[in-house]
């Protein structure tokens, strides 16, 4: 039976400062570098050894990623990059300050942009300072200027699709490093969470999220390696 782990990237310099982040390429802070050791551990306690990390092109999920392989004793795991797995792209929230972006445009509109399926925050204006067009990493890929959840997984899904899939079918063990948004994705993709029910999917940082999966990569089983600071996960069908 495939094993898979997700793990999002341990806090950010933004997630201290309650900063839109989305693909800005933010390091972690030293309390996230803790967490992503603390995950490590958690992974070879578990006595998970993945054949393969998949993980993003952004610094916080890749450094994350290898931080928890050194700590688990893994660090020879092969690591395969790409940026369909980053986060949601944060549109024109990006940069800005959460809590005054919610007292400007209320709570409940801050909520709808962050948590909603398919509402996507204003697109971000061409040229300024968090335009990735440019962005070498990008080249030759028709990026988006902005992202609802149901867009991510657009991208996150033929990824999945094609180069983890197959992984786990041929009965692999996968860890993906990853953020918020791109996991809540494959959340919602692998215990098939109706629309309206995954606005209440949070993923903690650094905290190894297990799902064991059945031949058809259905989830026979979840759940966090951190229980103490573990989030509900959406029912098994
Ligand atoms: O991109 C960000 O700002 C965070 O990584 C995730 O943000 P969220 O909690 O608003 O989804």
């Known amino acids: 039976m495939p094993r898979l782990i997700l793990l999002r990237h341990g806090q950010s310099q933004w997630n201290l400062e309650n900063r839109f982040t989305g693909w800005v390429d933010v390091d972690l802070t030293a309390e996230g570098e803790a967490q992503a050791r603390r995950g490590g551990e958690l992974i070879a306690e578990a006595g998970f050894k993945p054949a393969v990390m998949f993980t993003s092109v952004l610094t916080r999920a890749k450094r994350t990623g290898a931080i928890a392989l050194q700590s688990a004793g893994l660090k020879d795991v092969p690591t395969i990059e790409d940026w369909r797995l980053n986060e949601r792209h944060y549109g024109g929230l990006t940069g800005l300050d959460k809590a005054e972006t919610a007292k400007l445009h209320g709570e409940d509109q801050v909520k709808v942009w962050r948590r909603s399926y398919d509402v996507p925050p204003p697109p971000l204006a061409p040229g300024g300072e968090w335009d990735f067009t440019a962005d070498p990493r990008y080249a030759g890929q028709d990026i988006p200027d902005t992202e609802s959840l149901k867009t991510t997984l657009d991208r996150v899904l033929p990824y999945w699709n094609s180069a983890i899939a197959p992984r786990l079918e041929a009965g692999e063990d996968v860890l993906i490093a990853a953020h918020g948004n791109s996991l809540r994705a494959i959340v919602k993709h692998l215990f098939d969470v109706p629309d309206d029910k995954i ?22 089983s979840a759940r966090y390696l951190d229980a103490g600071r573990a989030e509900s996960l959406p029912a098994i069908a």
Not at 202 to 217: F, M, R, V
């Open 199 to 220: 606005v209440g999917v949070e993923i903690p940082t650094g905290n190894p999220l297990e799902i064991d999966l059945d031949a058809e990569l259905k989830p026979v």
